[in-house]
Nanobody, 124 residues
């Protein structure tokens, strides 16, 4: 089925920036809503942000609003997460997800396809 591959994670100092990418397989990328989730050790996977298939609707968690920006380039089958002013509490494995369904894009159950994740570590 659809394959998603995240990249761009790494170790950064608090206040720094990273840009994550999620490359998707398939020829119908433009029909999928996309989301980013993150999971810290011992914690549940949580919603970060999402973008609909047209790129016209956005959702952000309260904890990242104003610091993170989601975008997509359908011609490249790629979604991005620009992360600025990173904080130690942002440390987690970040996952991209996709769905062709009309669903609640803020919930895990709203997605059908998941990447393997990329580690983001923010030091103080």
């Amino acid at each position: 089925q659809v394959q998603l591959v995240e990249s761009g994670g790494g170790l950064v100092q608090a206040g720094g920036s990273l840009r994550l990418s999620c490359a998707a397989s398939g020829r119908t990328f433009s029909n999928y809503a996309m989301g980013w989730f993150r999971q810290a050790p011992g914690k549940e996977r949580e919603f970060v942000t999402a973008i609909d298939s047209s790129g016209g609707r956005f959702d952000y968690s309260t904890s990242v609003k104003g610091r993170f920006t989601i975008s997509r380039d359908n011609a490249k089958n790629t979604m991005y997460l620009q992360m600025n002013n990173l904080k130690p509490e942002d440390t987690a494995v970040y996952y991209c997800a996709a769905t062709g369904r009309r669903s609640d894009y803020t919930r895990l159950s709203g997605y059908d396809y998941w990447g393997q994740g990329t580690q983001v570590t923010v030091s103080s």
